[in-house]
């Protein structure tokens, strides 16, 4: 039934889309927490409400997010290449996939932190509390659950950004399904592929949604 399957391939390939997932992940966090807090705090209304900055990265937010990813790829090649040696593998898919996925998770930070009763923040204030002591004892610890489910909806997202840059040879499961699945009609490798980032989508919620559940009660 699975006659051109090669395990050890979709071992390899499995390991690929893991590594590009989380090491991706890993800096989209980096960078997507404080550019969302940098957004909350700069926006309308807020403890360093700033129209202009605010107006600034949301302009580089919204552009970000509004290419599609399989150009960005394309349009980041350059750049990839400067800061990796290579546009080909894990580390040549790494760089487009922050970039696709920062903004977007700094976005859903925002709207983590904007959901925080602002009562606990004047109350914070009204301790003599600074602007860093309220982002890091009442913001992020109140935006806890949002910003873990914003992960997990990112890493969701990734692992379909890591599907698509199997179209530039960035490797991973994508990579194995367009090679042998589309372009050498080998049905049972695809099934294969597309069961097996299934089932990590499926383990990425769950984890996500017992985290969540664990901190609200927190």
Sequence with gaps: MFRNVDWYDIWLATLDTLLMLFGSLLFTVLIGLPLGVLLFLTGPRQLLQNRAIYGVLSLVVNVLR????????????????????????????????????????????????????????????????????????????????????????????????????????AGGLGDLAIRYGYQRFQTDVMVVTVVLLLCLVQILQVVGDRLVIHFSRK
Excluded: H, K
């Design 66 to 169: 509004s290419l599609p990813f399989i150009i960005l790829l394309i349009v980041m090649i350059p750049l990839t290449v400067l800061l990796t040696g290579t546009s080909l593998g894990v580390a040549g898919a790494i760089p487009p996939l922050v970039a696709g996925a920062a903004p977007f998770f700094a976005r859903l930070v925002e709207t983590a932190l904007r959901e925080v009763d602002r009562g606990i923040i004047e109350a914070t204030q009204a301790m003599g509390a600074s602007t860093r002591q309220i982002i890091w004892n009442a913001l992020l610890p109140e935006a806890r659950p949002g910003i873990i489910a914003a992960i997990t909806v990112t890493a969701i997202t990734l692992v379909s950004y890591t599907a698509m840059a199997g179209v530039v040879g």
